[in-house]
């Protein structure tokens, strides 16, 4: 029944290892993001797959490393986590995509916590 | 570039009005979109503005002026379940929609 979840709901890891958060979406939309908040609350983009294909490619360290084996899921692998990767990061997906114009509003998972000691 | 800027923290009593501000600038502007965010929660969604003018949605509406780069939300006839946080975010290309740190409202009795 959920539109967008995403696992784990909570990661707990050491600097330096190598974790996976997945998501998936049955709401048949084109478009999925990663977004990551950090603890004042700031939502950035990361991310975005439109068809499977990259489309919004924000600054971020290439030790994160989207991947969409089909429309429906996009997951995301960080290496080498550091201290400052802890946050919580959210999935989302819209029908909206390369050519859209239109509103087409962000549906979001529940969200991963991610702590890095 | 781009920027962002909405107040930090609102309080308000429940039952008045509030208005949140949003002020903008951002290239391939789309329109401009609010969502709430409770603490623990998920961002969802609340409303769109693609043209000038005022759009409600209940006790919500939000309005903009694409000229000024200037949007606001407005809750009416507040409860205590308002109490979030509340983003504007506009949209651009791509349908990037790009978020800020949001504006916390406290609902008070």
């Known amino acids: 029944d959920t539109a967008v979840s995403q696992t784990p709901k909570y990661l707990v890891t050491q600097m330096g290892n190598d974790k996976s958060i997945k998501c998936e979406q049955n709401?048949?939309?084109?478009?999925m993001y990663w977004y990551k908040q950090d603890s004042k609350k700031f939502l950035k983009i990361m991310f975005s797959y439109n068809n499977k294909e990259l489309i919004i490619n924000e600054t971020v360290p290439n030790r994160f490393s989207p991947k969409s084996p089909d429309k429906a899921h996009l997951n995301l692998h960080i290496n080498s986590l550091e201290l400052g990767d802890s946050a919580v990061y959210f999935c989302?997906?819209?029908?909206?995509?390369?050519?859209?114009?239109?509103?087409?509003?962000?549906?979001f998972g529940n969200g991963t916590r991610l702590t890095v000691t | 570039g781009q920027s962002l800027e909405q107040p930090s923290e609102v309080t308000a009593v429940e039952g008045a009005i509030v208005q949140i501000n949003c002020t903008y600038q951002?290239?391939?502007?789309?329109?401009l979109s609010w969502y709430q965010q409770h603490d623990g929660g998920a961002p969802t969604f609340l409303s769109y503005?693609?043209?000038?003018g005022l759009e409600e949605t209940g006790r919500f509406s939000s309005f903009l002026s694409r000229s000024d780069s200037y949007g606001y939300l407005l809750l009416q006839e507040l409860q205590m379940k308002d109490s979030a946080s509340y983003f504007c975010a506009p949209v651009g290309g791509y349908q990037k929609v790009t978020f800020g740190t949001g504006t916390k409202l406290q609902v008070i009795p």
């Open positions: 709401l048949g939309h084109d478009t």
């Open positions: 989302a997906s819209s029908q909206g995509g390369r050519l859209s114009s239109y509103n087409s509003p962000l549906h």
């Open positions: 503005n693609a043209l000038d």
């Open positions: 951002t290239s391939g502007f789309y329109g």
